[in-house]
């Protein structure tokens, strides 16, 4: 019998979190602006996520206001913190 290895980021927090530490890991371009296959790549490609984890944790990340996803969908911002 296989045994299936827990995905770390099938939960969606998990994933979200991910991807908002390897954003802020990004220098910004023109306007804060980090081109979504800086965080897409590495996520899927080095840390051996899903396509429908990236979805799920940068709709995640979006919703609980920690990136900023533009409606092009071709990049995110780090939201101004007011500290």
Known sequence: MKHVEARPYADTEAA??????LAAGIEPVQDGRIHI???????LSKLK???PEF?????YAVEHGWL????????????????
């Open 49 to 51: 996520a899903t396509g």
């Open 37 to 43: 296959e800086k965080i897409n790549y590495p996520f």
């Open 16 to 21: 979200a979190r991910k991807l908002v530490e």
């Open 55 to 59: 979805g799920a944790g940068l709709r």
């Open 68 to 83: 900023e996803l533009h409606e092009s969908g071709t990049y995110v911002r780090m939201p101004a913190r007011s500290d």
